[in-house]
């Protein structure tokens, strides 16, 4: 178990989980478990809480997983030539796998799902960085089937709504996709950062900040989510600029 933090995870758990994490203030701490292995609160491999207390409740809620990703088995094919021997690589179901590109004034998101088949989004939002696909299995209620996708903003964002939701926990082959992120989509978010001046020191909605310094020398200092700096100049534009692109 690779970790990353102060967390002691006790030993019963090391062999479930595969690493834990700290991502800065602003997105917390994480844990991904190993295969076999899934968070009841989240409904997937992957847990996050803000404080150290709160991950390790979520980590000793660990249960074993039953979903395909866990309970694929690898095969293995030999095949015999004049030449040589080879052996096949695994045999692998097709992947999920997303795009995005620029529609008129919108962003057209494109998941290609397991089966072969493609959903597509459009949207103002220029954000959307993990889709998850389920597969809906029927149910007395509900007899129909078919692949749904989940779109989400972060891991953050993942975590939360899957636990404030518990939908994503009724389906079936769940597979996280992240989206790339093009050049456009780059441009737009920087122009959604805001900043929130107290005193001498502007906060950016995106975690970071500036501090104005005055000794020993003038200017302002830019920092990271974890409050590091990683920059300092002299104008306040060119400190606004750096984070917008960060």
């Not at 998101?109 to 397991?114: A, C, F, Q, V």
């Not at 996280?176 to 001046?197: G, H, S």
Request: overall charge negative; proline content about 3%.
């Amino acid at each position: 178990m690779k970790n990353n933090t102060n967390i002691q995870v006790p030993n019963k758990y090391q062999g479930m989980i595969a690493e834990v994490d700290f991502e800065g203030k602003a997105m917390g701490y994480w844990a991904y478990t190993e295969k076999g292995f899934y968070f009841p609160s989240t409904g997937c491999h992957t847990g996050h809480e803000d404080t150290q207390a709160e991950l390790l409740k979520v980590i000793r809620e660990v249960k074993p997983c039953n979903c395909e990703e866990c309970t694929e088995e690898e095969v293995l094919v030999e095949e015999e030539n004049e030449e040589e021997e080879e052996t096949a690589t695994e045999n692998v179901e097709p992947k999920a796998t997303a795009s995005v590109r620029v529609a008129g004034k919108k962003f057209e998101y494109k998941i290609t799902l397991p089966d072969g088949g493609e959903a597509t989004r459009k949207s103002d939002k220029s954000d959307y960085r993990f889709a998850v696909i389920g597969y809906k299995n029927p149910t007395e209620k509900d007899k129909d089937e078919h692949w749904t996708v989940f779109s989400f903003h972060s891991r953050k964002d993942l975590a939360e709504k899957s636990r404030e939701y518990n939908r994503i926990s009724f389906m079936s082959n769940l597979t996280i996709v992240e989206i790339p992120e093009i050049e456009e989509m780059k441009k737009a978010n920087a122009q959604k950062v805001t900043f929130e001046k107290k005193d001498t020191v502007w906060y950016a909605s995106n975690g970071m900040s500036i501090r104005a310094k005055f000794f020993p020398t003038q200017g302002y200092s830019v920092r990271n989510v974890d409050g590091e700096e990683i920059d300092f100049v002299s104008e306040i534009n060119v400190a606004k600029n750096i984070i917008k692109q960060a």
